[in-house]
């Protein structure tokens, strides 16, 4: 029996000729029956992939004969289903393309890469140390590094969420003085995966931010770790066709509907098809056209 797996991954490395890079990407994934989306730029490989079990391992065997991502961190995770034709149900096609940053922060040109990773990121720390540094250090403060509509539905236990609506904000944020108060600070930044904090704390330690951590693997790693029972509270929100995912059941419920109030953990794109924002919204005030502020007189004419 088919059964669909997610694969979402990343790679801060030279890459040479990212346009073979892409053409080997698409064509990889072609033949294997793969959908999803894969950005390739000088710096490194931004990936999450979804089909069958088998071709996904297949992928992950073939992605790591290449030197640079021999020791790739894989995570992988529960597709919803495969159509007739075998095709993840998660992704509506297969998009590969080359971009100046696999990450858009708008600063392709601060931005360090060698055959280490990031160089001048933040320290790496994987769950267990975490958990040691804000024991040792109770004036560490997390520092959420996705949109902000994301961390509604879920965030670490007291993170600040800067006001974002896309990554490029994050420059603006940091330069508005708004978190100075943080530069003396432990910052612990965190994102789904890990690759948007990859960037975003060295853009924090070139810009004063004395004492810069990043959660290793993301919060997939941690919650694969410690599910309900840790610092994280609440869904954590994917770019596929589920939504937002919760590593155990009965998961705290931060969302509240945009519409009428209500809890929950849900999230639903705007109605207009040029946008992409992306809006709280319960099953109920879903079923519904909804719209989000910007369009929301297009709504009422």
Aim: proline content about 6%; aromatic content about 8%; overall charge negative.
């Amino acid at each position: 029996m088919a059964v669909p797996k997610i694969l979402l991954y990343y790679v801060f490395a030279p890459i040479p000729d990212p346009a073979a890079m892409r053409l080997w990407q698409r064509e990889l994934c072609e033949r294997l029956g793969l959908r999803g989306r894969i950005i390739v730029s000088p710096h490194g490989i931004n990936g999450t992939v979804g089909g069958d079990v088998d071709a996904c391992k297949r992928y992950v065997r073939r992605l790591r004969e290449y030197p640079a991502f021999r020791d790739v961190d894989m995570k992988w995770s529960d597709g919803t289903a495969l159509d007739e034709d075998g095709f993840s149900t998660d992704f509506p096609r297969l998009s590969v393309k080359v971009r100046d940053e696999i990450v858009s922060f708008g600063a392709p040109d601060e931005l360090r890469v060698d055959e280490h990773g990031v160089v001048g990121g933040g320290e790496h720390l994987d769950p267990e140390s975490l958990h040691e540094l804000v024991e040792r250090r109770p004036d560490a403060v997390f520092f959420d590094g996705r949109n902000a509509v994301e961390a509604e539905i879920g965030r670490f236990r007291g993170a600040v969420v800067p006001h974002t609506g896309t990554t490029h904000d994050f420059v603006a944020e940091l330069e508005s003085g708004k978190y100075d108060e943080l530069k003396d600070r432990p910052v612990i930044t965190y994102c789904t995966g890990g690759v948007r904090c990859e960037v975003l704390s060295a853009l924090m330690v070139s810009r004063g931010f004395r004492e810069v951590y990043q959660l290793d693997g993301g919060i997939v790693r941690y919650g694969e770790r410690y599910g309900n029972d840790g610092l994280w509270e609440g869904s954590l929100t994917v770019f596929d066709g589920r939504e937002s995912i919760d590593f155990a059941p009965a998961p705290k419920v931060l969302g509240r509907c945009h519409r009428c109030g209500g809890p929950t953990p849900r999230l639903q794109n705007c109605g207009d098809p040029a946008c992409r924002e992306r809006l709280v919204t319960c099953e109920a005030c879903g079923a519904h056209p909804i719209r989000c502020e910007a369009h929301a007189d297009e709504l009422e004419a």
